[in-house]
């Protein structure tokens, strides 16, 4: 297990500084487009842009996370596996992107109102680059690339901050020119995914389509696809119904309060991603269980520190980031801090299920939280506005952690202790993450791929 504990390690280190270059983009943007849109302006953006997502949800089918599988897994050459996921991908890209120009004239106004059909058009632009980053990070990092799938999480957020910038500066800030900027990155990254992929992938031949590939690609993505819909149901569906139940400039306090509250989730989306890769490998089933609930208690314990710490400063940071006019977020961000804890487990957990090949153990706690979550803020939004929509995340968070944590237990056999019991070995690991991730701050340069083929 040293040995893949020390790969997790490496990855997860290179992977969270990546990350955390785009999660300063990303809060750069959150505070630039506030500003410049305000609270109502910053609304109408938030719920333009959940029409691709919710597009994707149906058409997409889990194109990264089946790259990764697949990738790791090595079954299948590289030009099987390039042939038959870029098919895959393309067939996703174009049928999102039809099906997002019929629906944003026909229907944006009941789904969205308030949100200007031009804007919706543009934000289904955006489908085919999503698909196609997606595929080029997964099918890089399944291959150990971890170098170059950074490099493609940081371009995105940063592509798009730089066309914001120069957009805004010329043509003014509306929320159609955001749109705009936020398009131009997603395709500009999704060429530079294609080109990557192409060169290592297409390597050993050209690409070809294989039925056998194509037919467990595809079962896979469906015993994936549920639990990605029922993620977003958990995720999004607090600002879609705040859309039709509220007003555009609650919806632009909410859009604030998950965009800060989300940056918790900074150490929970980098080593999930790294487990996953790894633990997607031929592994025993006593190593990953093991792994799993070493990770996730010590991210767990991690992340108590700094949720505390965005609680108390949440009111004066708000204010100071955003503007006096963004306090009201202030209380919804407290109030979905505890949840964003739980979910940064509850992914670490889900990460073992795909890795195991059982995806649809992460759609039963999907399903529990997604209905509890539709509930709750049917029940508190027009109550509680806000504030009620954030309890509600952190009820269905808490309670989507506890079902995939009860599952885990099962299927590994291991006492509860072994996972939400902090050891003294996890101040070991806490060490060497610690000394990898200063090693990798002081020699930032140092981002070569792992050489495994």
Not at 244 to 252: A, I, N, Q, T, W
């Amino acid at each position: 297990m040293t040995q893949t504990s020390q790969k997790i390690t490496s990855d997860s280190s290179k992977v969270f500084l990546s990350r955390l270059v785009a999660l300063l983009a990303s809060l750069i943007l959150a505070v630039l487009v506030a500003r410049v849109l305000g609270p109502a302006g910053r609304g109408e953006f938030a719920l333009a842009f959940l029409l691709p997502t919710m597009i994707l949800l149906f058409c997409e089918g889990g194109i990264e996370s089946t790259s990764i599988y697949f990738g790791a897994r090595r079954d299948f050459g590289r030009p099987v596996l390039l042939g038959g996921l870029l098919a895959l991908s393309a067939l996703a890209g174009t049928v999102g992107l039809l099906v997002g120009l019929a629906v944003a004239p026909l229907f944006g106004q009941r789904l969205f109102p308030g949100v200007a059909t031009p804007v919706l058009l543009v934000a289904v632009a955006i489908i085919p680059g999503r698909v196609f980053l997606g595929l080029g990070r997964g099918l890089l990092l399944g291959r150990g690339k971890t170098g170059k799938y950074c490099w493609l999480t940081v371009l995105q957020p940063v592509l798009w901050l730089a066309a914001v910038v120069a957009l805004v500066a010329w043509f003014g800030g509306t929320v159609a020119i955001v749109m705009i900027a936020i398009l131009l990155s997603f395709t500009a990254a999704g060429m530079v995914a294609l080109l990557w992929t192409w060169q290592e992938y297409g390597a050993d031949g050209r690409p070809r389509l294989e039925r056998d590939f194509l037919r467990q690609a595809v079962a896979y993505g469906l015993r994936l696809n549920p639990a990605v819909v029922l993620n977003f149901l958990n995720y999004r569906v607090d600002l879609l119904l705040l859309g039709l139940l509220r007003h555009d400039v609650e919806v632009g306090f909410y859009a604030v309060a998950v965009a800060v509250a989300e940056k918790l989730l900074l150490f929970s989306r980098s080593i999930s991603t790294a487990l996953f890769s790894s633990l997607s490998g031929r592994l025993a089933d006593s190593e990953r269980s093991q792994l799993t609930a070493k990770i996730t208690r010590g991210l767990l314990l991690l992340s108590l520190a700094p949720a505390a710490l965005l609680w108390m400063l949440s009111p004066p940071g708000i204010a100071l980031l955003f503007g006096r006019e963004f306090t009201p977020a202030a209380a919804a961000l407290r109030a979905l801090l505890p949840g964003v804890v739980m979910l940064g487990g509850a992914q670490l957990i889900a990460a073992d299920a795909m890795a195991r090949g059982r995806p649809g153990l992460n759609s039963w706690s999907g399903a529990a939280a997604a209905v509890a979550n539709i509930l709750l803020n049917l029940w508190w939004i027009p109550r509680f506005g806000i504030v009620g929509a954030a309890w509600a995340s952190t009820v269905s968070y808490t309670m989507m952690f506890t079902i995939r944590l009860l599952l885990f237990l099962r299927i590994s056999q291991m006492p509860w202790r072994a996972i939400l019991l902090p050891h003294l070995s996890d101040l070991r690991m806490a060490r060497k993450h610690g000394l990898a991730l200063a090693r990798k701050l002081r020699h930032p340069t140092d981002q070569s791929d792992n050489r495994h083929s």
